[in-house]
């Protein structure tokens, strides 16, 4: 049940591709606290994907949309606007997509063709969103932007490959937009650090079940789950979190400032005992 802390509010929902995704629980979320959305995904996942059965279920319009390109954004922003009747209140980026982890090319045998792909579709794709808000002047005031990035910025995971540094950069472009967001119309721009989560896009990376297991058992509240994270999204779009801007914010269930916890020799043991039985 809600209550009402989107009431009124606008939103646009990039990246909800089936009940895996965290932006599909981020998007019922929303409406379910008394917001209207338009969700957005590019043209090939509306014929794979379930998103149409979230729009009928929402009372959504679908505005498919390629995020790397500028012509896309301008109309999905405009469309919007036009569908919702008025300027966005908040905006959720959830796109990631690395070619070189789905070929599984390891990371010192990357094709750089594909790593600059990876950069423009997961972070480069963040910048252009907020670039082509801010030139249609498509952000209501006080509005909130979310990107969703994860540990690996910050951290060494070999296994997510160029995804780390994509996340580094997606970081950093909701540092340097958000002051001028800021500074414009008070619109503040944030990322949420999640928990390893099971995700279509998540459980292509190598190795990513044992992952998660490992993350579970060192966070003192063990992992993040996808409807927690949107919860957490709705506080961040509410008008609760007004100063809150061009952070990095930490949602894992308190992994990130863990060094060893009990729980992880106990995980290891098994995992090594089931290993040898197999």
Same mark, same amino acid.
């Given at each position: ?62 505005? !498919? ?92 995971? !070999? ?102 916890? !009990? ?16």
């Amino acid at each position: 049940m809600g209550n009402n802390l989107l009431k009124g509010k606008r939103g646009i929902i990039f990246g909800a591709l089936d009940e895996k995704s965290i932006a599909w629980k981020v998007a019922e979320r929303c409406v379910e606290e008394g917001a209207t959305i338009t969700l957005t995904n590019v043209p090939v996942a509306l014929r794979f994907g379930g998103i149409k059965e979230l729009a009928k279920q929402l009372n959504a319009e679908i505005i !498919p949309a390629d995020a790397t390109k500028i012509e896309d954004l301008e109309n999905l922003f405009t469309k919007s606007m036009e569908i919702l009747g008025g300027k966005i209140d908040f905006v959720l980026h959830s796109i990631g997509m690395s070619i070189n982890v789905r070929k599984k090319r390891g990371y010192t045998d990357i094709k750089y063709d594909w790593m600059q792909k990876t950069f423009d579709i997961s972070a480069i794709s963040f910048h252009k969103t907020m670039q082509t808000a801010m030139k249609l002047d498509a952000m209501a005031d006080w509005g909130s932007i979310l990107g969703l990035t994860y540990i690996a910025a910050q951290r060494t995971f !070999p296994d997510y490959s160029e995804m780390a540094e994509s996340k580094a950069l997606l970081e950093s472009f909701a540092r340097s937009f958000g002051y001028h967001f800021g500074v414009k119309n008070n619109v503040r721009v944030n990322t949420i650090s999640q928990s390893p989560t099971v995700t279509t896009a998540g459980s292509g990376v190598k190795g990513f079940n044992d992952f998660l297991s490992y993350a579970d058992k060192l966070s003192p509240l063990g992992n993040a789950s996808s409807n927690a994270c949107a919860d957490y999204c709705v506080t961040m779009f509410s008008d609760l979190t007004r100063m809150v801007t061009m952070q990095n914010l930490f949602h894992d269930g308190g992994f990130s400032n863990m060094g060893m916890g !009990p729980g992880v020799f106990d995980w290891a043991k098994e995992y090594v005992k089931n290993a040898e039985n197999e």
